[in-house]
């Protein structure tokens, strides 16, 4: 059984999940329709990612004998001004997922919830990884900058991505 503060902080964490799905589906649609659909795949993946984070959280709930609380979501933004304001704005909402992360690990350190404390090492991890790539692709695009053509191969590389981030590429690929 988890105390009610910690049950309410996965709650609310679940949200933050569940809403960087919503937002990287976002950002999915508007790189499709800026004809760059190797993005589009790799954010759509990216979506499918968080989304899998939100129902860890939703059966963490369940398993510990939480109440699950589906909050509203809010809507993600629609427009954004370039490809690289998609990466550079994604790499700053990790890096904010990376901070409630750490605030819900702490909380279930001071409540003595251990179960939960072990179970938020795989988070603490996963966002070593999420800050690193969103960042590099950030960077990359900023190389890139005007560059037509190496936009175009960046999109052709990203489109590699199959099924998520951990996948192995695909064979002669
Ligand atoms: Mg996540």
Do not use: C
């Not at 938020?120 to 790539?133: A, C, G, H, M």
Request: glycine fraction near 8%; aromatic fraction near 8%.
């Amino acid at each position: 059984m988890m105390s009610s503060k910690v049950q309410d902080a996965f709650n609310e964490q679940m949200k933050h999940e569940f809403y960087s799905s919503y937002l990287y589906l976002s950002m999915s649609a508007y790189l499709d329709a800026a004809n760059l659909p190797g993005l589009a795949a790799w954010m759509r993946a990216q979506a499918r990612e968080e989304a899998e984070h939100a129902m860890k959280i939703f059966d963490h709930l369940l398993d510990r004998g939480g109440k699950v609380q589906l909050h509203p979501i809010g809507g993600p933004p629609a427009q954004f001004a370039t490809p690289r304001e998609v990466f550079d704005q994604a790499h700053r909402h990790e890096k904010e997922v990376t901070a409630s992360i750490n605030g819900l690990y702490g909380l279930a350190v001071d409540e003595r919830d251990f179960a939960s404390r072990v179970f938020l090492d795989w988070f603490v991890q996963e966002q070593v990884e999420e800050e690193k790539t969103s960042g590099l692709l950030a960077e990359q695009l900023r190389m890139v900058g005007d560059d037509r053509p190496g936009l175009l191969m960046l999109d052709r590389e990203l489109g590699q991505r199959r099924g998520g981030a951990s996948a192995p590429p695909p064979a002669g690929g």
